[in-house]
């Protein structure tokens, strides 16, 4: 299988506790997290990849992208890579929730996939895993 996971997560670590509790690698999908530091160096990406993104700005949809997926998606190659978003965000920021997905989908013209609460449910890690499989699976190899 081709494809490729990255994903940002802040110091709390909701989206990146997320993400393993899917178990990608199991899978054959490869795991990337943006890195929390600039001092950590830039992420560089050259496969397909779904993206993978909490939701800043509690409540402020002008805030909602965290600054260091911004710096990773304006560089052009990482951006000619992304297939696909799925966002985390808080539901008690009504229109605001998980406001980062549709952002980042319409920027870089590519289907909001799935929205999840903070750490998301069990429901949540199996539907992202089973459809995040099925999609690179039905990727051209």
């Known amino acids: 299988m081709t494809g490729t996971i990255?994903?940002?997560?802040s110091a709390s670590?909701?989206?990146?506790?997320?993400?393993?509790?899917?178990?990608?690698?199991?899978?054959?999908?490869?795991?990337?997290?943006?890195?929390?530091?600039?001092?950590?160096?830039?992420?560089?990406?050259?496969?397909?990849y779904i993206l993978i993104v909490?939701?800043?700005?509690?409540?402020?949809?002008?805030?909602?992208?965290?600054?260091?997926v911004k710096r990773f998606l304006n560089d052009p190659a990482n951006r000619s890579?992304?297939?696909?978003?799925?966002?985390?965000?808080?539901?008690?920021?009504?229109?605001?929730?998980a406001a980062a997905g549709p952002i980042i989908a319409g920027k870089c013209h590519v289907p909001l996939m799935y929205r999840f609460e903070l750490m998301g449910t069990a429901r949540d890690v199996a539907t992202v895993t089973d459809g995040v499989t099925r999609f690179f699976g039905a990727l051209p190899h």
């Open 54 to 68: 909490p939701t800043y700005g509690g409540g402020d949809a002008r805030k909602a992208v965290p600054p260091q």
């Open 13 to 48: 670590r909701n989206t990146e506790r997320f993400v393993e509790r899917c178990d990608f690698p199991s899978r054959g999908i490869d795991v990337r997290r943006i890195p929390l530091a600039p001092a950590d160096g830039a992420l560089h990406v050259d496969a397909p």
């Open 81 to 97: 890579w992304i297939r696909g978003v799925i966002a985390s965000g808080n539901t008690n920021f009504g229109e605001a929730y």
């Open 6 to 9: 990255v994903y940002f997560s």
